[in-house]
């Protein structure tokens, strides 16, 4: 684990997430979709830990979560990665 992820709460698996995507389902203009996309591919193809390939976070709905998201996507994204989440840290 690199040395800035020591102190994160938790962690999930970058691929996991990148594929987090797929629970989006309602309708997007097509700016909206593109910010989703690039918030999703900057954490599963850049902000992950290059060592163990897991994104460390403190706070699930305010890092990993697309703003753009409807309260009903919001719902189902956040139940998905819930599934892959692991504690690192109390």
Same mark, same amino acid.
């Given at each position: 684990?690199?040395?800035?992820n020591? %102190?994160?709460? *938790?962690? #999930?698996? &970058?691929? *996991?997430?990148?594929f &987090?995507?797929r629970?989006?389902?309602?309708?997007?203009?097509?700016?909206? &979709?593109?910010?989703?996309?690039?918030?999703?591919?900057?954490? &599963? /193809? #850049? %902000?992950?830990d @290059?060592?163990?390939? *897991?994104?460390?976070?403190d706070d699930?709905? @305010?890092?990993?979560v697309?703003?753009?998201?409807?309260?009903? /996507?919001?719902?189902?994204?956040? @139940? *998905?990665?819930?599934?892959? #989440?692991?504690v690192? %840290?109390?």
């Amino acid at each position: 684990m690199e040395e800035i992820n020591k %102190n994160k709460k *938790y962690r #999930i698996g &970058s691929v *996991y997430y990148e594929f &987090s995507g797929r629970e989006v389902t309602d309708t997007y203009s097509e700016i909206a &979709s593109i910010k989703m996309i690039d918030f999703i591919s900057d954490w &599963s /193809d #850049i %902000n992950f830990d @290059k060592t163990d390939g *897991y994104i460390y976070f403190d706070d699930l709905e @305010k890092e990993l979560v697309p703003p753009e998201l409807t309260p009903t /996507d919001r719902k189902r994204f956040i @139940k *998905y990665l819930e599934k892959g #989440i692991e504690v690192v %840290n109390k």
